[in-house]
C-alpha cells in the first residue's frame, strides 16, 4: 500500500501499545527511516503529525504507515 509520497507505506504495530502520543510519533518516525524514507519526507511526517490534536496525530499515522499482517505481529 502507497502513502502519500508515493513509496510502499511501513508497518508499524501499534494496537496493544502505548497510545501516547510522543511514542506513537518516535515508533512511526523510526518506521519510515528503517524504510528507507528519505529526511525531508520525514520531516514532513512529523511536521504533519505535530500540525493539530490527537485525533490528528491518528490520522496522519495512519496515512503514513500500515498495521502489519497478522503473521508479522
Known amino acids: 500500500m502507497k502513502g502519500p509520497t508515493g513509496r510502499e507505506k511501513p508497518r508499524v504495530a501499534l494496537v496493544g501499545e502505548d497510545g501516547n502520543a510522543f511514542f506513537i510519533l518516535g515508533r512511526c518516525g523510526k518506521a519510515l527511516e528503517r524504510a528507507g524514507y528519505p529526511q525531508d519526507e520525514v520531516d514532513r511526517f512529523y511536521k504533519e503529525a505535530q500540525n493539530g490534536d490527537y485525533d490528528n496525530l491518528l490520522r496522519v499515522v495512519m496515512e503514513w504507515t500500515q498495521e502489519p499482517d ?4
Do not use: R
Open 70 to 73: 497478522e503473521e508479522e505481529e
